[in-house]
T-cell receptor, first 118, second 111 residues
């Protein structure tokens, strides 16, 4: 596609339910990132993929969070047993290469998924 | 380790006035620095970035930022604000394999 696509754009769920958030990066981009933006907070790094592997999972806030990427393309962020504090905008970004972040590589962001946990 | 501090979570200016959004960083290695903008209901867009070379960087929509190593700052400026500049602005630093964002500054432009 022309840009990074995320779905759904909005998700309302009940506490304790599992949710899946999807990211379609720009075709050919090998690096993919997940960030979270909570109300009143800055962007929080969650995880990044180089191809299908995730060398850095340090940002995942708990073991309820997991992510995978298949075929070097689509990524899914899964949150199990959602809690109210999981409510946030989840942003996905991709870039062509992953050497040093941003060196000559531009990050392209999706419009995010607004997750609301009631 | 690296961190980013944006002074002022909200900044309000009048249309036509100078825009100054402050960003200070800390990094153990020479940083790459970025400003991103998020317009309402849109994703993040890169405004400008500093990697190496000239310390005054020009970006889109008339914005520019100057890297000052001695002050560990990368403040964003625009000489004359437009109503369309109202948005959330994020400063970010990359010093390795992590891109760290500041808390964001919401810019409001008054007519």
């Amino acid at each position: 596609g022309a840009g990074v696509s995320q779905s759904p754009s909005n998700k309302v769920t009940e506490k304790g339910k599992d949710v899946e958030l999807r990211c379609d990066p720009i075709s050919g981009h090998t690096a993919l990132y997940w960030y979270r933006q909570s109300l009143g907070q800055g962007l929080e790094f969650l995880i990044y993929f180089q191809g299908n592997s995730a060398p850095d999972k340090s940002g995942l806030p708990s073991d309820r969070f997991s992510a995978e990427r298949t075929g070097g393309s689509v990524s899914t962020l899964t949150i199990q047993r959602t809690q109210q504090e999981d409510s946030a905008v989840y942003l996905c970004a991709s870039s062509l290469l992953r050497s040093r972040v941003g060196s000559n590589e531009k990050l392209f962001f999706g419009s995010g998924t607004q997750l609301s946990v009631l | 380790a690296q961190s980013v501090t944006q002074l002022g979570s909200h900044v309000s200016v009048s249309e036509g006035a100078l825009v100054l959004l402050r960003c200070n960083y800390s990094s153990s290695v020479p940083p790459y620095l970025f400003w991103y903008v998020q317009y309402p209901n849109q994703g993040l867009q890169l405004l400008l970035k500093y990697t190496t070379g000239a310390t005054l960087v020009k970006g889109i929509n008339g914005f520019e930022a100057e890297f000052k190593k001695s002050e560990t700052s990368f403040h964003l400026t625009k000489p004359s604000a437009h109503m369309s500049d109202a948005a959330e602005y994020f400063c970010a630093v990359s010093a390795g394999n992590m891109l760290t964002f500041g808390g964001g500054t919401r810019l409001m432009v008054k007519p």
